[in-house]
C-alpha cells in the first residue's frame, strides 16, 4: 500500500509522542489522553500484545529487523484507522520515528508530532533501572544511539522539556502548543 493511499491529514484527531527511551511518553501520553478524552495506545505495547512476547523477547528471537518491520505495518494501520477512530494519544517506541519509513509516513500524512526532549544525564537516570530495554547496553552505546535519532527528533512538529518537569505540567504545555493547531480538549 503505497503513502498516497493514507489520509492527507490526519491531524486533528491523533497526535504522535516521539522521543528517546525514557523521556516519558507512556506517563505524558496517559495523561495527555486523560485530559483530551481522546484514546491512547501505546506502540510498543500493541505489539507486545499482537506478538505475545515483550519487546526484549522479540528482538532476541526474531531480531530488530524483524521488530522493525511489524511496527512500521502497525504504524501504517493507526493512521488509516484515524479519520474513524475519534481522537488518540500515540506513544510511539523510542526508535520508531528515527526509523526512515516511518518518519516519511508520518511526515507525510502531516501528522502531529510531538518531542518530549530529555536531557541525556536524565534519560541515562531513569533507564539504568529498567532491564527490559534491548537497546540499552552501556553509556556509550546509549549515547551513539540517542545522536543518531536525534535529528529526526528535532524534526517533530513540537517539542517540549521532560526533563524533572511534573507530568501534568508537561501537558499542560503540549495542550497550549495543540491550541495553535485548533485542538482543544474535551474533559
Known amino acids: ?9 490526519v491531524a486533528p484527531n491523533a497526535v504522535f509522542l516521539v522521543g528517546f527511551m525514557g523521556c516519558g511518553k507512556t ?10 478524552a481522546w484514546k491512547f495506545l501505546d506502540l510498543d505495547q500493541r505489539i507486545e500484545q499482537e506478538e505475545g512476547m515483550s519487546i526484549a523477547e522479540i528482538f532476541a528471537r526474531t531480531g530488530e529487523a524483524a521488530f522493525r518491520k511489524n511496527e512500521h505495518h502497525l504504524l501504517r494501520r493507526i493512521l488509516q484507522e484515524a479519520p474513524s477512530t475519534g481522537g488518540r494519544v500515540v506513544a510511539l517506541g523510542g526508535g520508531t520515528f528515527a526509523q526512515p519509513q516511518n518518519f516519511d509516513l508520518l511526515q507525510g500524512s502531516k501528522a ?5 526532549e530529555c536531557s541525556m544525564e536524565e534519560l541515562l537516570l531513569r533507564c539504568a533501572l529498567v532491564t527490559n530495554r534491548p537497546l540499552f547496553r552501556d553509556e556509550a552505546s546509549f549515547r551513539q544511539l540517542y545522536e543518531q535519532r536525534l535529528p529526526y527528533y528535532q524534526q517533530a512538529t513540537f517539542a517540549v522539556h521532560t526533563g524533572q518537569a511534573d507530568p501534568n505540567h508537561v501537558v499542560s504545555q503540549i495542550l497550549g502548543l495543540l491550541s495553535l493547531r485548533g485542538i482543544t480538549c474535551r474533559g
Do not use: E, H, N, Y
Request: glycine share 8%.
Open 1 to 9: 500500500m503505497s503513502l498516497g493511499s493514507l489520509p492527507s491529514v
Open 27 to 36: 506517563t505524558v501520553g496517559l495523561r495527555l489522553a486523560q485530559r483530551m
Open 112 to 116: 502531529i508530532t510531538i518531542w518530549l
